[in-house]
């Protein structure tokens, strides 16, 4: 499964790996009128005769002859039109009928490939506020960090400033926080615990979502991100300590702004046991907790790979 690419030399690159198929003028036409309809995909099904391996998601199928695109363009698959899929979601958690059933009743590879997305994830996403307890009083205090993305040096220095004296170990990755021997920062369970009532706690936030810096200051959310899908996953014989529907990881390594691609590596292709019967996929792209994160309106590219 091909989603539109975002990268001209991506495409390129794709469409000449093809070329033994079909030659290059064709391809490009299949390539644009996959994508004629706003989210639409390429299928292709290695599998096949090359006469039935180009599919508009799995709909129609184009007409081949003899090694050459039919200027009659499209075909429908079976006897009945497959019915449209719906598509429902945001940018970074959808979902989409593929319009019929697939079957797949042995084992097969899984990979996802071309994966493209922009590093939009900013460091206050999941929560701004740095809760700390007054020992002496029992009162719960709390400073709100502004929204940004924050290397561990600023986040030290904003620290020094609003709470006590803080450091950044770089060879660590860590944050040293002074104590003075009454103020304490609390953990989000520590303020479920300690902390039940809604009354301290900032505008907007609450025992069971506090809406807090924690996430920065134990492991950082932003390091890396995963590509979920559960029906795909669940049909796999290997289970992570992040989940079970984990189809890929894109690790987070040069800031905001960039465009981060990633792949399955040959030697790490996920094991599908089947028999599996797939009509509905739900794609989310997650932090390791399995928040769903935000793309400010950028898009997610990718193609999905069984190797039957």
């Known amino acids: 499964m091909v989603w539109r690419l975002r990268n001209q030399l991506e495409k390129d690159s794709l469409?000449?790996?093809?070329?033994?198929?079909?030659?290059?003028?064709?391809?490009?036409?299949i390539y644009e009128e996959a994508f004629r309809e706003p989210y639409s995909f390429l299928y292709i099904y290695l599998l096949n005769h090359r006469d039935a391996m180009f599919h508009v998601r799995f709909e129609r199928m184009f007409?081949?002859?003899?090694?050459?695109?039919?200027?009659?363009?499209?075909?429908?698959?079976?006897?009945?039109?497959?019915?449209?899929?719906?598509?429902?979601?945001?940018?970074?958690?959808?979902?989409?009928?593929?319009g019929e059933t697939v079957h797949l009743?042995?084992?097969?590879?899984?990979?996802?490939?071309?994966?493209?997305?922009?590093?939009?994830?900013?460091?206050?996403?999941?929560g701004t506020y740095l809760y700390w307890k007054d020992t002496a009083l029992a009162t719960l205090n709390w400073a709100q960090l502004p929204t940004g993305a924050y290397t561990g040096v600023r986040l030290a220095a904003w620290i020094s400033s609003n709470f006590a004296a803080a450091t950044y170990v770089e060879s660590r990755n860590e944050l040293e926080v002074a104590h003075d021997g009454n103020r304490l920062i609390?953990?989000?369970?520590?303020l479920r615990t300690q902390f039940p009532g809604s009354g301290s706690y900032a505008q907007g936030a609450t025992p069971s979502k506090p809406l807090s810096i924690n996430h920065l200051l134990g492991p950082s959310f932003i390091n890396e991100v995963y590509l979920r899908c559960s029906s795909l996953a669940n049909a796999a014989d290997t289970v992570g300590p992040l989940g079970h529907d984990i189809i890929a990881k894109i690790v987070c390594k040069q800031g905001v702004g960039h465009v981060m691609e990633a792949d399955t590596h040959e030697n790490h292709m996920v094991n599908v046991r089947g028999p599996i019967t797939l009509r509905y996929l739900r794609f989310k792209l997650t932090d390791y907790e399995g928040n769903v994160v935000n793309l400010r309106g950028t898009s997610l590219s990718f193609c999905v790979y069984l190797d039957g």
Do not use: H, Y
């Open 15 to 29: 469409l000449e790996e093809l070329t033994a198929l079909l030659p290059k003028r064709d391809l490009e036409a």
């Open 63 to 98: 007409q081949i002859q003899d090694g050459n695109l039919d200027a009659a363009g499209l075909g429908r698959l079976g006897r009945q039109p497959a019915r449209r899929r719906r598509v429902a979601g945001t940018d970074s958690d959808f979902e989409f009928d593929v």
């Open 105 to 126: 009743q042995g084992s097969a590879r899984l990979g996802v490939f071309k994966i493209r997305v922009a590093d939009t994830f900013l460091s206050t996403d999941r």
């Open 186 to 190: 609390l953990n989000d369970q520590e």
